[in-house]
């Protein structure tokens, strides 16, 4: 598979697809990386002592795959009844006019 996807690299980068390589460079390192994750998650268990099956890890994992990834649209807000509250004399704030004769 890596080799494949060297090629293909490569192939773009002589075929005159400069952005198209840098595209597939960066989809190629966010894959090993995302790979790497669970591995440096199970080596770091276990540097600190814990075996991976004491740490409840697979019960996170499936919680966690259960998650929404928040990548769909969120919906335009509708008008609907939108009231907007009423300005009255109560809830205005006072001026520095008003402080100032009130204080004298």
Partial sequence: MPSEIA???VNQIF???KAK???SVNDALSAAAYDAVP??????AKSMGFELDDTAQDAADEISDELPDNTEEIPEPTQG???TPEVTD?????TEEESDETNS
């Avoid at 591995?39 to 770091?44: A, P």
């Avoid at 109560?90 to 006072?94: A, G, K, R, V």
């Fill in 7 to 9: 090629q293909t690299i």
């Fill in 15 to 17: 075929g005159d697809e």
């Fill in 21 to 23: 390589a840098v595209d």
């Fill in 39 to 44: 591995q440096r998650k199970v080596d770091f």
């Fill in 81 to 83: 009844n939108v009231e």
């Fill in 90 to 94: 109560e809830t205005q704030p006072e």
